[in-house]
């Protein structure tokens, strides 16, 4: 029995662990979608979650896809973004060998 209740509890993560795969590629997919109609919202981002439960046939902890949420973007995230300057060059020390 504890050999099934492995593979299961391990089915379980690896299950919600595809969902979480599937919402991140949908995520690159649609980065660059724009509005349908003028004035529209283009395609947010979505922000997968997980929940454990107890499951009473096993009798263990299993994980499961939650709710996917879709993510807002606030307007003074972008205002807070700085240009990072590029590194700058150093001089290349001669070290005896």
């Known amino acids: 029995m504890d050999f099934l209740k492995t593979i299961s509890v391990a ?6 662990q595809s969902g979480r795969m599937r919402v991140i590629a949908e995520n ?4 660059d979608s724009t509005a349908d109609k003028p004035g529209a919202d283009p395609y947010r981002r979505k ?5 454990r439960h107890f499951d ?8 499961e896809m939650g709710r996917v949420a879709i993510a807002i973007a606030l307007p003074s995230a972008r ?3 700085r240009a990072i300057p590029p590194p700058t060059k150093r ?3 001669s070290c005896p060998t």
């Open 11 to 16: 089915a379980s993560g690896l299950k919600a």
């Open 28 to 31: 690159i997919a649609n980065a």
């Open 47 to 51: 922000v997968p979650s997980f929940q």
């Open 56 to 63: 009473r046939d096993l009798e263990a902890n299993v994980v």
């Open 79 to 81: 205002a807070s973004i």
């Open 91 to 93: 001089a290349r020390s």
